[in-house]
């Protein structure tokens, strides 16, 4: 009985095992044949994209739109395009671009099975990494569909299978070459080397060939010193490792080569001064909210809604023209309005067109007109606008001598701060910083302000190798270095009671299918709890600012102004500067020069804050106001407002 009982019990192992044997070789045959199926079925139906076929796609027209929903330009399709055959790219190119993309693309079978485990295992760490070779980045780009699913990825490695096998690797590269986006509006890598470098493909050494290939990963970043710089290296280094350059020439390129200028390298469609900000939207597009690349724009169609206000930049070029009229010709100027309550530009003046640089992007020394973030540190520490400090002149500060531009003020021997900044006291300022604030403080609560830590791999308001400011950053002289473009939105977070929004040119984008993709309100408090009170402290240092310089608007509106001046020699200036708003606009203004040098007006007449820059300032104030009947808004008056009553007579430098 018990031998019985004991075979029954093998007998059951032995049919327990045959099924779970049984159910294993049927999830083994699964796993093998539903992808092998799901593989033969894909191929039967997906298309070999054809290369025309994608030049077409990628050619609909990109709408900009003026913040009051009216048309300001359709970019013309297209972008700039140039066709070569396989034999025209010369060896240097094809393995440059290999290096950057896909160096195993002349033997793999469309794709390379390390690249996509590698990217996978990134991905699953928490990375971002592609793993698309060549011909798969083809047929993403011909079907228009780079969503991030595992369905469009099988599908874009079996359409790569089935092209690879259909067509040759010459006809493959070549497609790819002809269409690729590589940024600069140039689709193809030949229209790529006349938009980076200006030349023939036959023309490039190894050093641009690799800065060419290297920037197919993020063609809206060519602007990026920084990024190319990167690529470059990267795309080099793996040159040498596959054999295609040597090390000893390798060794004769020592950083990333020169571009040539932008405006001789994208098409534009506006013309003038409006070509800086259609060059302001579309770099702008890449960057969040949006995340959209030139070439995917074009390829959807979209349109975009700016923030810049016809009437304003009607009002910022007639300002310009009108008070530049008859200036010397090296003098340079900037105009940059900005909307307190969005964070918008509404007006953006750079240039006077093609082949001269963009001033409202270039660093600049802001001098005296840095000076109420002094005031700022000071009053995040419980020093008020009525404290008084030393303000003889000249004064020494760590060997560094600073001055006042003149030797008397009404409110001596005894200033309050809000006087020293009505005034431009330097010496004033400068006991602040050094005596009590610090020089991080200051630039602290610049930064919170609105200007950036960084503007294209420069680090703003630092001093020797990335340490505290030196004492020259309290009269905004010395390393300290700001844009146009900044100033405007560090004076809008003040305009707002201390709501900080970043500056931007596009509102919004809709796509040809109806979805759209708005920018957020992004209002943050500037300078923590007391940001209102902060903000409103300072901004009533400088309503007087406007009629003290003789720049007092032709209308009811309240304002704050504050003028400044970067000293040169005497009573001659390198850079001047006014910076002022009102409720519903903060406008900085900036005159100066392509080198350091004193500036002078057409009578010869050194250039000061309440000048050219305060004369435009002005101009543009009032005819913008004007023509959209801006309602009069008053400042908040802020706690203790009484201590900040002033003297009025006598202008800043």
Not at 437 to 446: C, G, L, M, N, P
Request: proline share 6%.
């Amino acid at each position: 009985m018990a031998e019985e009982q004991l075979e029954d019990k093998r007998d059951n192992r032995k049919r327990v095992w045959r099924r779970v044997r049984r159910t294993c070789y049927v999830l083994v045959s699964a796993a093998f044949l539903v992808p092998v199926i799901g593989f033969v079925i894909t191929y039967l139906t997906v298309d070999v994209p054809d290369p025309d076929t994608l030049a077409a796609r990628e050619t609909q027209t990109v709408s900009l739109y003026y913040s009051d929903g009216s048309k300001m330009v359709d970019i013309a399709p297209g972008g700039t395009r140039s066709k070569v055959t396989y034999a025209q790219i010369p060896d240097l190119v094809k393995h440059a671009v290999f290096a950057a993309e896909d160096a195993t693309f002349e033997e793999n079978a469309g794709f390379d099975v390390k690249s996509i485990v590698r990217a996978l295992w990134i991905q699953l760490s928490g990375g971002h990494s592609g793993g698309s070779g060549i011909t798969q980045q083809y047929v993403k780009a011909a079907t228009g569909d780079d969503a991030p699913t595992l369905g469009r990825k099988w599908e874009e490695l079996v359409t790569a299978f089935k092209m690879n096998n259909e067509k040759s690797k010459e006809d493959i590269f070549t497609a790819y070459a002809n269409t690729v986006y590589i940024g600069r509006g140039a689709y193809g890598i030949a229209a790529g080397a006349q938009a980076y470098f200006g030349k023939n493909l036959n023309q490039l050494n190894a050093s641009e060939a690799a800065q060419l290939a290297g920037m197919i990963q993020g063609p809206s970043k060519s602007e990026d010193g920084a990024y190319r710089s990167r690529r470059w290296t990267n795309v080099m280094t793996q040159m040498v490792d596959k054999g295609w350059l040597s090390a000893g020439d390798r060794a004769r390129f020592t950083a990333p080569p020169g571009l040539i200028a932008l405006d001789k390298a994208r098409p534009t469609t506006l013309t003038g001064t409006r070509e800086a900000i259609e060059d302001q939207v579309l770099d702008e597009l890449s960057q969040q909210p949006f995340g959209i690349s030139e070439d995917q724009a074009e390829r959807q169609g979209v349109k975009i809604y700016t923030t810049i206000d016809p009437k304003a930049q009607d009002a910022a070029e007639q300002a310009v023209a009108g008070v530049m009229n008859g200036q010397p010709r090296a003098l340079q100027q900037a105009l940059v309005a900005v909307n307190p309550k969005t964070g918008g530009v509404t007006a953006y003046w750079g240039n006077a067109g093609p082949g001269t640089t963009d001033n409202a992007q270039t660093l600049q020394q802001p001098g005296t007109a840095f000076e109420p973030f002094d005031l700022v540190a000071a009053l995040q520490q419980g020093i008020g606008p009525s404290s008084v400090f030393p303000s003889t002149s000249p004064q020494t500060f760590d060997n560094r001598q600073i001055a006042n531009a003149t030797d008397h003020y009404p409110c001596q021997p005894k200033c309050t701060l809000a006087q020293a900044l009505q005034y431009s006291i330097s010496t004033e300022f400068a006991n602040l910083v050094y005596n009590r604030v610090s020089t991080r403080s200051v630039a602290d609560a610049a930064h919170q302000a609105g200007i950036p830590g960084e503007v294209d791999g420069t680090k703003l308001l630092v001093g020797e190798n990335g340490g505290n400011p030196d004492i020259n950053i309290a009269t905004g002289g010395g390393s300290t270095q700001v844009r146009p473009l900044d100033m405007a939105a560090a004076y809008a977070t003040l305009a707002a009671d201390g709501q900080r929004r970043a500056p931007h040119f596009i509102s919004k984008i809709t796509f040809s299918g109806g979805a759209a993709i708005s920018r957020p309100d992004d209002a943050a408090a500037a300078f923590g709890s007391t940001s209102q009170q902060i903000a409103d402290q300072v901004t009533a240092t400088m309503t007087d600012g406007a009629q003290q310089n003789g720049l007092g608007l032709a209308g009811p509106w309240p304002t704050a102004v504050k003028t400044g001046a970067m000293p040169f020699a005497g009573a001659d200036n390198a850079k001047a500067w006014t910076v002022g708003y009102t409720r519903s606009v903060a406008a900085a203004v900036w005159v100066g020069s392509d080198r350091y040098d004193a500036i002078h007006d057409k009578d010869g007449n050194p250039v000061a804050g309440n000048g050219l820059p305060g004369k435009i300032w002005q101009a543009f104030m009032n005819g913008y106001l004007k023509a959209v009947n801006a309602p009069v808004e008053q400042f908040p008056a802020p706690p203790g407002s009484a201590v900040l009553t002033t003297p009025t007579s006598g202008p800043t430098r």
